[in-house]
């Protein structure tokens, strides 16, 4: 697994997965757990997503506790250079990869389709039915339920976000666009109210 970084730059490096080292990790290793809060060591319950991060100033190990969609790891660039997005099986983590003891954020869970741009400056982030963004500053914008099933991020311009969605009884697949900037819907048919 590789670090994507979708154009982005990052001030820091990370190493996905990393083997552990025969005498130990010689810097501080951090639990997040399914809230984000980090605890010193590496406790080994549950699946998790094991990330080292080297900066500038610091130098750490990270296991991040999954969340319950399998298989959907990854950890990603953020348009903010110190921040990075560690997706352990669906839960997504914001980490501040500057601080320490690392401070992360829980942005969504059931993470299964992300799109990046550095033309937009956006990381998002989709699960089965609706989405968020990540800008510089942190979460820009949530969607509310966008899709009845299988929502799938296509692209990410400054002139919109593109997502597919299974729709059945309105359509079969949907095809709409997000504004970039806060998320509303601004092309596509709409899901019907009493879906949402």
Known sequence: MEFESFGLWSSFEVEVDPESPARGWRCPTYTFDQNGVPAPGLDTVGSSLLVR???????????????????????????????????????????DTEVSPPRAEVVMDYV???????????????????????????????????????????????????????????????????DPLDGHQISGPLLPDHFR
């Open 53 to 95: 991060v080297t900066t500038s100033s610091a130098d750490w190990v990270g296991r991040f506790i999954g969340g319950s969609y399998v298989g959907a790891s990854r950890v990603l660039a953020t348009p903010s250079p110190d921040v990075c997005c560690v997706v352990s099986e669906g839960r997504a983590y914001l980490v």
């Open 112 to 178: 299964h389709s992300v799109e990046g741009s550095s033309e937009a400056q956006l990381l998002v982030l989709a699960d089965w039915t609706s989405a968020a963004a990540v800008g510089a500053g942190g979460v820009r914008w949530r969607t509310d339920r966008l899709a009845i099933d299988d929502l799938v991020l296509s692209s990410v311009t400054a002139s919109g976000v593109f997502c597919e969605c299974d729709s059945p009884g309105v359509g079969g697949v949907r095809r709409i666009v997000l």
